[in-house]
């Protein structure tokens, strides 16, 4: 089928794994062992698009505390150790999520442009079976600027166009995303724009151009409807 969709790339946390809220305990519990305290509150409302030296960073210029170097390579490495822990405690996919991957894996190439840590990304992906489905992968580190630089989607695009050996058109591609920062990293890239409310209401979503509860509720034919507009 000579669809107007060309590719897909999905945010990872926030869209294809529920693992948000985890995150967000992992980061709590490193912190807690320097007496710090993150809420939710501020989590999601201020360093959820961040990656894990990104937010350390960050938190440290809003607290006016020290955050860099070795002090955020400890943290980091702490935060992982707990991550690690709570992945293991059960699946961490969103409803309807499998299903997705495999029909658009089918129809057009896929990719991951991502926050996480490749081995986090990769555990999941494996244990789900999907590793094989992506095209490629770009998670922290793989970049000098995390969200909301555009620099994680047009590594991931750029990446897609050399392995698939297509001419692949951006506006004819899209990004699926759970939070402002995603969507302004993937308008940068200048990406079609979806949202999912998985992490955000709808009205903090308002810079997508298709908003949906999940990917359960996403379909390829709307993808096509919103490339071809």
């Known amino acids: 089928m000579n669809r107007p969709l060309q590719a897909i790339v999905f945010d990872f946390d926030g869209v294809i ?34 990656d894990d030296v990104g937010m350390f960073e960050a938190l440290g210029r809003d607290r006016g505390m020290s955050m860099q170097g070795e002090r955020v390579a400890e943290l980091v490495a702490r935060k992982g150790d707990r991550m690690q822990d709570l992945l293991h405690s ?24 991502s926050g996480a840590l ?4 990769d555990e999941i992906i494996d244990a789900a079976g999907v590793a094989d489905l992506f095209a490629t992968i770009v998670a ?29 058109d951006p ?27 998985t992490s955000y209401a709808a009205g903090e979503l308002s810079s997508a151009e298709l908003v949906v509860d999940g990917l359960a509720a996403l379909t390829l034919p709307a993808l096509d409807k919103l490339v071809a507009s």
């Open 17 to 50: 794994a529920n693992s948000e809220p985890l995150h967000l305990l992992a980061f709590q519990q490193a912190l807690a062992a320097d007496g710090v305290e993150l809420s939710a509150t501020d989590y999601y409302s201020r360093y959820l698009g961040y």
């Open 90 to 113: 059960g699946s961490v996919l969103f409803p309807g999520a499998l299903e997705f991957i495999r029909e658009a894996a089918a129809a057009v190439p896929i990719a991951i442009a």
């Open 118 to 121: 490749r081995h986090e990304i």
């Open 140 to 168: 922290a580190g793989d970049t000098p600027e995390s969200k909301p630089s555009p620099a994680p989607y047009r590594l991931a695009f750029e990446q897609l166009r050399e392995r698939t050996g297509r001419d692949l």
């Open 171 to 197: 506006r004819r591609s899209v990004a699926i995303e759970d939070s402002r920062w995603g969507l302004e990293s993937a308008r940068g890239a200048g990406l079609r724009l979806v949202g999912v409310t």
